[in-house]
């Protein structure tokens, strides 16, 4: 952790609300580095949006579904004396269809296109003065990051000074429409609308292509088992099926009765559905409203196929565009509806994990944008929006498809608000429009009591299971600086 080694006694304990990959990583980094950890989960079993479907043979991921930044990781393995799932890398990171016939791969043939080696070029800038300070620190501690040798770097600073919006610096740089859609597609991977995210956002393809995308043996949700696994040979303290209801600074509460005292409470769980739920100190409420101001991200409609066909021309991830983006964003952010064209991206990991499905089947995990919304009835709509979906496949080359389907399951924004305590089912919590809700996501440290503490991805740097797994990291961090011994 830099510096002087600190450590934690038995004495001091920390309570984790929350098993998602943050709280997990969190948890067990705490634990050794000596602590005594409870980490309290609301579900049945850890990890949180890194969850898996099985039915019929098949097995779907129903979460985040590729990995960048190997690197954060492997960090967090060596941390915990472990072995991290074996990771493969994907040498197609996305193929791409437009309603035209276009088709366009993201590999190594892309990345030479003159227009995208120029734009990686500048936004290699982006992450070379932000990505030490933004990643690795907490914002009141960005200052940490500028060290002698990183004041070259400083060149950089108007990329990240500017009021720009991803898509005004994506269509100043680029001519192809088919790569403009692309590279605003980005804003996405945070729930946000690329015409009022900051262009800083440009950074996200640069670390895509720099770190490659990788994929885990066993799946997204082997990540999850294996740090499952670590808490318990830790010695964390699990306790599942229980919801965190009160915590007024000294005492926690939950649904069975059971009192907490800890000397910490870390939450790893949307800031503001805590702030509602069962965050109880001082001003809680307008801190909560404070914390709305940004807007909510996207939620997201996922449709489960099991699908006895394979088509030879889909790959591991697979994105089908609308035809009018700008038209969808408006839908999304705009009137707060289902768009009328929508973007679907298809995930098919048995094309790299066979055993994910049956011989000769594949397994469909379609996710589509949706507002966070309590406006529309999703259990009413999800028989015609699966239909609209299954047609649009049909017409941009799967022919077919309904009749090969032997498995649907759906999965609204509805049930995810359900399943992780989200508002209206938002996947990021708030929207990345503009440098403030951005670059000043909720602290990881609470402004109500120096004993609170917030991890995973609606709070520093952001979503996204390497962001989540550095803000575990940051937050351990802070907690041994301040309550550590030196050893």
Sequence with gaps: MGGEKRKLSEDFYVVVVGGGLAGMATAARLRALGARVTLIEKNSTLGGKVAEHRAMGFRWDIGPSLLTMPDVLADLADALGSIPPPLYQLNTICRYFWPDGHQLDINEDFYQHP??????????????????AFLRHPPSEFWRAFTLKNLPKLKHLPKLTTFKTLSEEVRKRFTDPYLIQIFERYATYNGSNPHQTPATFNVIPYVENTFGAWYPDGGIRSIAEWLTTRLEDLGVEIVTDT?????????LQAN????WQPDVVICNGEVQTAHERWIRIGEYREERNHLYEGGLSLSGYILLLGVAHKYKHLRHHNIFFSSDYDQEFKELFDTGTFPSDPTIYLNISSCSSPDDAPPGHDNYFILVNAPATEVIDWNLRSPELNRRIIQKLEALGLPGLQDFIVYSHTITPGDLANRDFTTMGALYGTASHGIKPSLFRPPIQSRLSPNLYFCGGSTHPGGGIPLVLLSAKMVAEKIVRQHGKPV
């Design 256 to 259: 069975e009765g059971r009192p």
């Design 115 to 132: 227009e995208v080696a120029d734009f990686l070029q500048y936004s290699k800038g982006i992450y070379e003065l932000s990505g030490e």
């Design 243 to 251: 919801i965190v209801t009160h915590y007024d600074g000294t005492t």
